[in-house]
């Protein structure tokens, strides 16, 4: 009986002390859930507050920023009110060679207008890549060079303008001042880019003489890719034509472009549109029209002087219609093959008047090639190889003549003649370059006209050139001449160049 009693206590006892314990634990979970929630409301509260303070921080920062730009705003329309002053008062020129461009007369009128001390440039070593810049305001400018040319030799003939067709060639036994170029060249503004080459030479009698080879404006900004060049320039035929004598690979230029492009090359005042094909490799059309007057334009209505022209009377062309200007069409295109390799092919031709009669017409059509090699390997260009060739026709009206008491009568017929050159460069180490030329022309003659002067004639010209730096070159060349009722000729020289000033780039 005491038994049950007991067993009974401890069970009452122990359900006691199972509901305390649950009555514990759910006061506990009470107790968290409160904590919990005054800890939510807490960190609910702070969130709020960084909330608040970021937006603060934000709003600012933004009216820091637009004063900022109000007071570079400011600043700007001092700068543009100071430059207009500056430049109605007084013209700008700023010729520099280590300061930046920005360093101008405008900038410190800037500081005497508001009173701030003008910037100091920042020095830099001189360098000869440095432009001789003069500036012509915040967009225009016009950087400055000056080039020389000279060449020294002998030749088995005493007559070296015989063996010699160019104006730029090694003209007599001893020294020669090839070329003496100053080149101006610059931005003009948004829309415009220009260049002049004015040319001095010293002839073998020492007589100075001042020429303008060019002197050009293009265009920056046309739509559908078109570009229009316009002022006095060589014309775009071949290769060699438009590049300047210090650019040659060679002493002198190649036979054939002498004899039927003129010793000056082909070029004169006229305008030029050119369009670059949308093609998936480079391709360029080119139509020039120029005036067909002048020793310039050798082929066409030049006299120079001459009383005779294919031993006929010169006569004296001028312009009179559309008819009487020279035409120009040229079609360049260019392609890799591969990394390493690098074609340009082109076609050339030219019409107009010539000075032979009064309806006489001179035809010259032509083919290039260009070939590059470089390693992709290369050190500073180099190795590479190059091959350029040229092939030129010409057609030529002989006007009649009826004859004089010193001349029989001629009739009217077409002279056709031809001639080509290739090269071949070889950069094999850096700063050396051995270069190999031949040359063939056929002399000019038809039916019933022939000139021993214009014999069939060909030659071999290799070159060694050495490049102490971008700035000067050192040329060694010698030329074996055959020519049809003469025989062989050999001669030697020595080339030397150099540059002042930043030259422009030349076109690949």
Not at 2 to 14: G, L, P
Not at 369 to 396: A, D, I
Not at 487 to 493: A, D, I, L, Q
């Amino acid at each position: 009986m005491n038994r049950r009693k007991d067993a009974a206590s401890r069970r009452t006892q122990n359900e006691s002390m199972k509901l305390n314990a649950i009555l514990g634990w759910s006061s506990a979970l009470c107790l968290s859930a409160i904590v919990l929630r005054a800890q939510e409301t807490k960190s609910l509260d702070d969130v709020q507050k960084q909330l608040q303070q970021m937006k603060e921080n934000f709003d600012k920062v933004v009216q820091e920023q637009q004063n900022k730009i109000e007071e570079l705003n400011r600043q700007l329309q001092e700068l543009k009110k100071a430059q207009a002053t500056q430049t109605t008062n007084a013209p700008m020129v700023a010729a520099t060679t280590n300061a930046p461009p920005g360093t101008s007369s405008a900038t410190n009128a800037m500081a005497q207008t508001t009173g701030a001390p003008p910037p100091v440039p920042e020095k830099k070593p001189w360098s000869p890549s440095d432009p001789i810049r003069v500036i012509g305001g915040p967009n225009s400018y016009m950087n400055i060079s000056f080039d020389g040319l000279f060449a020294v030799g002998s030749s088995s003939t005493p007559d070296v303008q015989a063996l010699e067709f160019g104006a730029h060639d090694p003209q007599q036994r001893g020294f020669t001042v090839q070329n003496l170029e100053t080149t101006f060249e610059g931005k003009v503004d948004p829309y415009f880019r220009a260049q002049a080459n004015i040319v001095l030479q010293i002839d073998v009698d020492g007589e100075t003489s001042v020429e303008a080879e060019e002197a050009y404006f293009e265009t920056m900004s046309l739509p559908w890719n078109l570009q229009v060049k316009g002022g006095q320039y060589f014309t775009q035929f071949g290769r060699i034509n438009t590049t300047h004598p210090h650019t040659w690979d060679f002493v002198d230029q190649p036979l054939v472009i002498g004899r039927f492009l003129g010793p000056d090359g082909l070029r004169n005042p006229g305008v030029q549109v050119s369009w670059l094909v949308p093609t998936p490799f480079y391709s360029e059309l080119f139509v020039s029209v120029q005036n067909s007057q002048g020793e310039t334009a050798f082929a066409f209505g030049d006299t120079d002087g001459a009383e005779l022209i294919a031993q006929r009377p010169a006569v004296e062309t001028s312009v009179d219609d559309l008819g009487d200007m020279l035409y120009t069409p040229r079609y360049a295109m260019s392609f890799n093959l591969g990394d390493e390799h690098t074609v340009v092919l082109g076609a050339s031709a030219a019409f107009g008047p010539n000075a032979s009669g009064e309806n006489t017409d001179t035809q010259i059509y032509g083919a290039d090639l260009f070939y590059k090699w470089k390693s992709r390997n290369h050190t500073k260009g180099f190795p590479f190889v190059t091959w350029q060739t040229e092939w030129l026709y010409e057609r030529y009206e002989a006007g009649a003549f009826s004859g004089d008491a010193t001349s029989p009568p001629l009739p009217a017929e077409t002279l056709r003649n031809w001639g080509f050159y290739s090269q071949v460069s070889y950069g094999f180490r850096p700063r050396w370059v051995a270069s190999l030329r031949g040359d063939y022309v056929t002399g000019e003659s038809g039916d019933f006209f022939a000139d021993p002067v214009l014999d069939n004639r060909y030659r071999i010209s290799p070159a060694l050139t050495f490049y102490p730096s971008e700035f000067s070159k050192i040329r060694l060349q010698y030329n074996y001449d055959h020519i049809q009722h003469t025989g062989p000729e050999n001669s030697v020289w020595v080339q030397f160049e150099f540059l002042l000033g930043a030259h422009g780039a030349h076109k690949f």
